[in-house]
T-cell receptor, first 113, second 115 residues
């Protein structure tokens, strides 16, 4: 069975600094996708970044990068140059190629001015 | 504008009264999925669909039904709602790239209360 673990319920970061949000996963499937989403207090789910299990390079999208370590089954999100608007809940998720999807319990990030 | 729409956005109902939450996407995505989110928790998958007429159970399918008669629509049906189905519901869609779903776009959410 799939499992996503986010061990940091809450994180604080100073504005303009970088922060890493941890995510480990467990699956027996050789082919899967890993995702990070942002959920601000308004409630919508915003896609941030995607990494396929066979991708050789770490995914990057603007200030977001995914540190993918397949052997360790980790997919940490790195946010560079944090902004006040980055304060939100962040979810790591995994999806099998067949379509089944699992989310972690989330990390609340607070950016301090 | 590319989007996933859900209706209604808010609904208060009573136990046992059948209801349908609609979901529609305009991006021609093959993959669609329903999730529920309860306070302090991540999203849990209810049902998903890889294409028209193909649906599968997620982790929490009990008490829900879905159908996928058209590519753009994926309604969630609660035949006999109960208070433990009070939750925030999200619909999502994505394309299939090389057979696998990738970037997933979410609807705005439907907040359901069952009294």
């Amino acid at each position: 069975a799939q499992k996503i673990t986010q061990t940091q319920p809450g994180m604080f970061v100073q504005e303009k600094e970088a922060v890493t949000l941890d995510c480990t996963y467990d699956t027996s499937d050789p082919s899967y996708g890993l995702f990070w989403y942002k959920q601000p207090s308004s409630g919508e789910m915003i896609f941030l970044i995607y990494q396929g299990s066979y991708d050789q390079q770490n995914a990057t999208e603007g200030r977001y990068s995914l540190n993918f370590q397949k052997a360790r089954k980790s997919a940490n999100l790195v946010i560079s140059a944090s902004q006040l608007g980055d304060s939100a809940m962040y979810f790591c998720a995994m999806r099998e190629d067949a379509g089944k999807s699992t989310f972690g319990d989330g990390t609340t990030l607070t950016v301090k001015p | 504008e590319a989007q996933v729409t859900q209706n209604p956005r808010y609904l208060i109902t009573v136990t046992g009264k059948k209801l349908t939450v609609t979901c529609s996407q305009n991006m021609n995505h093959e993959y669609m999925s329903w999730y529920r989110q309860d306070p302090g928790l991540g999203l849990r998958q209810i049902y998903y669909s890889m294409n028209v007429e193909v649906t599968d159970k997620g982790d929490v399918p009990e008490g829900y039904k879905v159908s996928r008669k058209e590519k753009r629509n994926f309604p969630l049906i609660l035949e006999s709602p109960s208070p433990n189905q009070t939750s925030l519901y999200f619909c999502a869609s994505s394309r299939l790239a090389g057979g696998a779903p990738d970037t997933q776009y979410f609807g705005p959410g439907t907040r359901l209360t069952v009294l």
